[in-house]
């Protein structure tokens, strides 16, 4: 049975394995920098400390970015599974992926130059064309039939499908420099963006896990499908209606930023429900905070490992991730439960 | 004094009728067993008291309340529901999912208190599934994986408890067993029990009375005497039998065509 003071414990263990895992990246890159020389500021002429400069302007947002979007895809993996009550659900499975493709591949052949709170073109875009697909999806799902779950997983099927289908149809009639923009983009990139602006999604991404955290309890008992969570007092609708729109809000603000990362928001919450069980309380929490440290990890890699040059990110978390997670299945097989049965 | 009161209920699937003109009281503490041929109702009965169907005319009300005017939480202090075995998504322990039933009462952060931890581990105890806590669900056969589920609606401390075929999947001693704690929380305790029952002579041997629910929509309340005539039987589910009585309790044998005794029905 789960305490408060063990998921405080494990809380603060998982805290403190992503403070050493951004600490370690942020000391890492083709430049070599000191604590020392970063502490002392950025000097009195500009450009004078070069270790602070690229430490505040380059890896301290990039490490913060990929924190960010790590926990908001694992957050929002969890959420969807238990939602779902689909171990195959991840924060793409309702079509938020080609929703926010349309939109950076709209935003990447128009040639938008605007910006909209900090964000660039292609960030804005992303994130109207993820919660519209998110909207059009719950809609057609509500609309369509009794079996609420099964027509939300067809119309997210249906939806990417024709999304799908429309971003090819827009890249192949782009220009040459446009094209590899957005497969850069759909291989899912994480690239410097200003301080203030991961910041501000900073804020969001949290403020959306802590109303998710809120309902973890919820979440328990709908794993026992709706009508027996309602006989505990749960409303399912209303619970059904704040998972979705602020995981959708999470994942769609991780997917504006860094494109299409992959396998993070599906195997992380299967990690960490292997070994430590499936209590929403403590999976969605950990399974966020471990997200978060394993794509500072994989970004990390990414950025150093061809360097100069870098590689999309999701390539490293499904090359490192998926060998991990075999490892955990192999350990934990006698504990796992969803295969069984 | 009624607890549960069903005024004048119709209820249908598209265009099936399920439920037609169903009146029905249940006094406060008395025990009372649903049966009927499949397709009778019974278990839409059962999910219409439990607040999970709404009946398309007709009033339900508990505790002289309307069933409506209840939150979903209050609803769950009042009713707790046990239904035909079901297997989460995910991988939930013995333990887990009895302390589940204190979720109407859990406060500030959702963890269950001591209190809570002990009255899971009375339900338990009672089911006798305290031995397996630790166990998985889907490590269970279906019998143990029922007791389970109704140790979680006696850990949820409600006054009324409904019950959809709660030995479908337990053998005799167990099936008696359970029929045993029933009574003993409706003596004691004074829980208002409605259960859905195949096995009429076992719940007939239980129950304070029997709701006979009928395909044709005709509905008989009354004492297993009341209920257990040949004709009635005949008449509900289509089987023959022979009727009588074992001291004070009565049973009904269905004898078809071809059994040893059928010249016994007739």
């Given at each position: 049975?789960?305490?408060?003071?063990?998921?405080?414990?494990?809380?603060?263990?998982?805290?403190?394995?992503?403070?050493?895992?951004?600490?370690?990246?942020?000391?890492?890159?083709?430049?070599?920098?000191?604590?020392?020389?970063?502490?002392?500021?950025?000097?009195?002429?500009?450009?004078?400390?070069?270790?602070?400069?690229?430490?505040?302007?380059?890896?301290?947002?990039?490490?913060?970015?990929?924190?960010?979007?790590?926990?908001?895809?694992?957050?929002?993996?969890?959420?969807?599974?238990?939602?779902?009550?689909?171990?195959?659900?991840?924060?793409?499975?309702?079509?938020?992926?080609?929703?926010?493709?349309?939109?950076?591949?709209?935003?990447?052949?128009?040639?938008?130059?605007?910006?909209?709170?900090?964000?660039?073109?292609?960030?804005?875009?992303?994130?109207?064309?993820?919660?519209?697909?998110?909207?059009?999806?719950?809609?057609?799902?509500?609309?369509?039939?009794?079996?609420?779950?099964?027509?939300?997983?067809?119309?997210?099927?249906?939806?990417?499908?024709?999304?799908?289908?429309?971003?090819?149809?827009?890249?192949?009639?782009?220009?040459?420099?446009?094209?590899?923009?957005?497969?850069?983009?759909?291989?899912?990139?994480?690239?410097?963006?200003?301080?203030?602006?991961?910041?501000?999604?900073?804020?969001?991404?949290?403020?959306?896990?802590?109303?998710?955290?809120?309902?973890?309890?919820?979440?328990?008992?709908?794993?026992?499908?709706?009508?027996?969570?309602?006989?505990?007092?749960?409303?399912?609708?209303?619970?059904?209606?704040?998972?979705?729109?602020?995981?959708?809000?999470?994942?769609?603000?991780?997917?504006?930023?860094?494109?299409?990362?992959?396998?993070?928001?599906?195997?992380?919450?299967?990690?960490?429900?292997?070994?430590?069980?499936?209590?929403?309380?403590?999976?969605?929490?950990?399974?966020?905070?471990?997200?978060?440290?394993?794509?500072?990890?994989?970004?990390?890699?990414?950025?150093?490992?061809?360097?100069?040059?870098?590689?999309?990110?999701?390539?490293?978390?499904?090359?490192?991730?998926?060998?991990?997670?075999?490892i955990l299945l192999a350990r934990y097989t006698r504990k796992i439960s969803w295969f069984s049965k | 004094m009624a607890i549960i009161e069903v005024t004048n209920v119709n209820f249908s699937y598209d265009q099936a009728h399920i439920l037609e003109n169903l009146w029905l009281t249940v006094a406060s503490g008395s025990f009372l067993a649903v049966a009927g041929p499949n397709g009778a109702g019974k278990s839409t009965l059962l999910y219409i008291l439990a607040g999970l169907l709404k009946p398309a005319s007709g009033s339900v009300s508990i505790e002289s309340k309307p069933i409506g005017s209840y939150s979903f939480m209050d609803l769950a202090r009042k009713i707790a529901f046990v239904r035909q075995e079901f297997v989460p998504a995910f991988g939930f322990t013995v333990e887990e999912t009895v302390a589940m039933a204190r979720a109407p009462y859990l406060q500030g952060f959702g963890f269950e208190t001591p209190d809570d931890l002990a009255i899971v581990n009375e339900a338990l105890e009672a089911t006798e599934t305290a031995q397996f806590a630790?166990?998985?669900?889907?490590?269970?056969?279906?019998?143990?994986?029922?007791?389970?589920?109704?140790?979680?609606?006696?850990?949820?401390?409600?006054?009324?408890?409904?019950?959809?075929?709660?030995?479908?999947?337990?053998?005799?001693?167990?099936?008696?067993?359970?029929?045993?704690?029933?009574?003993?929380?409706?003596?004691?305790?004074?829980?208002?029990?409605?259960?859905?029952?195949?096995?009429?002579?076992?719940?007939?041997?239980?129950?304070?009375?029997?709701?006979?629910?009928?395909?044709?929509?005709?509905?008989?309340?009354?004492?297993?005497?009341?209920?257990?005539?040949?004709?009635?039987?005949?008449?509900?589910?289509?089987?023959?039998?022979?009727?009588?009585?074992?001291?004070?309790?009565?049973?009904?044998?269905?004898?078809?065509?071809?059994?040893?005794?059928?010249?016994?029905?007739?």
């Amino acid at each position: 049975m789960l305490t408060q003071t063990t998921l405080i414990t494990r809380i603060m263990i998982a805290v403190a394995i992503l403070l050493v895992v951004c600490g370690f990246c942020l000391m890492t890159g083709t430049e070599k920098i000191s604590p020392g020389n970063i502490l002392k500021g950025p000097g009195s002429v500009p450009g004078s400390n070069i270790e602070y400069e690229i430490f505040i302007g380059v890896r301290l947002p990039r490490v913060l970015l990929a924190a960010l979007v790590g926990a908001a895809l694992a957050g929002s993996g969890v959420i969807l599974q238990a939602i779902l009550r689909n171990p195959l659900a991840d924060p793409f499975i309702l079509g938020i992926s080609s929703g926010a493709g349309l939109g950076a591949v709209i935003a990447i052949i128009a040639g938008f130059t605007f910006t909209f709170l900090g964000g660039s073109p292609i960030t804005v875009c992303a994130f109207a064309g993820a919660l519209t697909t998110v909207w059009i999806v719950w809609a057609i799902g509500r609309f369509t039939t009794k079996s609420e779950l099964t027509s939300l997983l067809l119309a997210g099927v249906v939806v990417n499908a024709f999304f799908s289908a429309l971003i090819m149809f827009l890249t192949s009639i782009a220009k040459s420099e446009q094209m590899q923009a957005t497969v850069f983009w759909l291989m899912g990139n994480i690239s410097e963006t200003s301080l203030p602006v991961i910041i501000v999604n900073f804020v969001i991404v949290l403020a959306g896990l802590a109303v998710l955290w809120s309902i973890c309890l919820e979440l328990n008992l709908l794993s026992f499908g709706e009508s027996q969570a309602q006989n505990l007092g749960v409303d399912p609708t209303r619970i059904k209606l704040i998972a979705f729109t602020a995981s959708a809000i999470i994942t769609a603000v991780a997917v504006s930023l860094s494109g299409l990362v992959g396998f993070v928001g599906l195997i992380v919450p299967h990690a960490i429900r292997l070994v430590l069980g499936p209590d929403h309380r403590q999976l969605l929490p950990i399974s966020a905070i471990i997200g978060a440290a394993f794509l500072v990890l994989a970004d990390t890699i990414a950025r150093t490992i061809v360097a100069p040059a870098q590689l999309p990110v999701g390539v490293i978390t499904a090359m490192t991730g998926g060998p991990f997670f075999l490892i955990l299945l192999a350990r934990y097989t006698r504990k796992i439960s969803w295969f069984s049965k | 004094m009624a607890i549960i009161e069903v005024t004048n209920v119709n209820f249908s699937y598209d265009q099936a009728h399920i439920l037609e003109n169903l009146w029905l009281t249940v006094a406060s503490g008395s025990f009372l067993a649903v049966a009927g041929p499949n397709g009778a109702g019974k278990s839409t009965l059962l999910y219409i008291l439990a607040g999970l169907l709404k009946p398309a005319s007709g009033s339900v009300s508990i505790e002289s309340k309307p069933i409506g005017s209840y939150s979903f939480m209050d609803l769950a202090r009042k009713i707790a529901f046990v239904r035909q075995e079901f297997v989460p998504a995910f991988g939930f322990t013995v333990e887990e999912t009895v302390a589940m039933a204190r979720a109407p009462y859990l406060q500030g952060f959702g963890f269950e208190t001591p209190d809570d931890l002990a009255i899971v581990n009375e339900a338990l105890e009672a089911t006798e599934t305290a031995q397996f806590a630790k166990r998985h669900l889907y490590q269970l056969s279906g019998g143990e994986r029922q007791r389970v589920f109704v140790a979680r609606a006696l850990a949820q401390q409600t006054p009324i408890l409904l019950l959809d075929e709660p030995m479908s999947f337990l053998d005799l001693k167990h099936q008696v067993d359970i029929y045993d704690l029933l009574k003993k929380m409706q003596t004691r305790l004074g829980k208002t029990i409605l259960l859905i029952s195949h096995d009429i002579n076992v719940a007939a041997q239980y129950c304070d009375n029997i709701l006979l629910l009928s395909a044709d929509r005709k509905y008989h309340f009354g004492t297993a005497e009341e209920i257990f005539r040949p004709e009635l039987i005949k008449e509900v589910f289509g089987v023959s039998g022979y009727a009588g009585s074992l001291g004070k309790e009565r049973f009904f044998i269905p004898l078809g065509k071809f059994a040893k005794d059928a010249e016994i029905s007739g």
